[in-house]
Nanobody, 121 residues
């Protein structure tokens, strides 16, 4: 009951910045947390960042200090602000949600289609 759409991907130079957005629609009230994942070429999808209601955030070691997750007050849009991009950050970036379904928390219940980020060397 939640639809997610990522945007903001593109081409950046090494050391540059991009901001990704994830728009949510549907049962916004069920959302407990928003996450960003990425899938680098030839690799498994990996966790990047999470923000939960209450403001708690966590980051993967690979992006800590460079990437920052945030959420609008109404929880309809999540952002991933990326600084000091590296070629290793090249990936398809996805957002996902942790939602309550029938009173039980369902982790990564919904996913967007992804947005491509390419960082040149």
């Amino acid at each position: 009951q939640v639809q997610l759409v990522e945007s903001g991907g593109g081409l950046a130079q090494g050391g540059g910045s991009l901001r990704l957005s994830c728009g949510a629609s549907g049962n916004i009230a069920s959302i407990n947390g928003m996450k960003w994942f990425r899938q680098r070429p030839g690799k498994q999808r990996e966790f990047v960042a999470i923000i939960e209601r209450g403001g708690n955030t966590k980051y993967a070691d690979s992006v800590k200090g460079r990437f920052f997750i945030s959420e609008d007050a109404d929880w309809t849009t999540s952002y991933l602000q990326m600084y000091r991009l590296e070629p290793e950050d090249t990936a398809v970036y996805y957002c996902s949600t942790n939602v309550y379904i029938n009173g039980r928390l369902n982790v990564n219940a919904y996913w967007g289609q992804g947005t491509q980020v390419t960082v040149s060397s």
